[in-house]
Nanobody
Framework: QVQLAESGGGLVQPGGSLNLSCVVS????????MAWYRQAPGKQREWVAT???????AVADSVKGRFTASRDSGKNTVDLHMEFLRPEDSGVYYC????????WGQGTQVTVSS
């Protein structure tokens, strides 16, 4: 049973934008603070953003002013809007709970390159 399914990644030029979405099982979304994480090649997975039940969010300093996060209980999704993308934003992006479950989705690849 799929609980987390990320989508929306792709290849984008520096300065471009992408919208990522994660479909979350309703029972998980209703009971958890959610977050976005990313993993670049050869690096550890890192936290990117957290979305609270109130839909308020926090982002890592490295993406502050460029990324925003949201959640939609009606659609059972957690979204990440990314602007002014940089090459160092490249990686596989995942959504998960806070703290993260041991089970992860397949992630969605984001590549920022000219």
């Amino acid at each position: 049973q799929v609980q987390l399914a990320e989508s929306g990644g792709g290849l984008v030029q520096p300065g471009g934008s992408l919208n990522l979405s994660c479909v979350v099982s309703a029972d998980i979304l209703s009971r958890n603070v959610m977050a976005w994480y990313r993993q670049a090649p050869g690096k550890q997975r890192e936290w990117v953003a957290t979305v609270a039940f109130s839909a308020s969010y926090a982002v890592a300093d490295s993406v502050k002013g460029r990324f925003t996060a949201s959640r939609d209980s009606g659609k059972n999704t957690v979204d990440l809007h990314m602007e002014f993308l940089r090459p160092e934003d490249s990686g596989v992006y995942y959504c998960n709970t806070v703290p993260a479950m041991t089970s992860w989705g397949q992630g969605t690849q984001v590549t920022v390159s000219s």
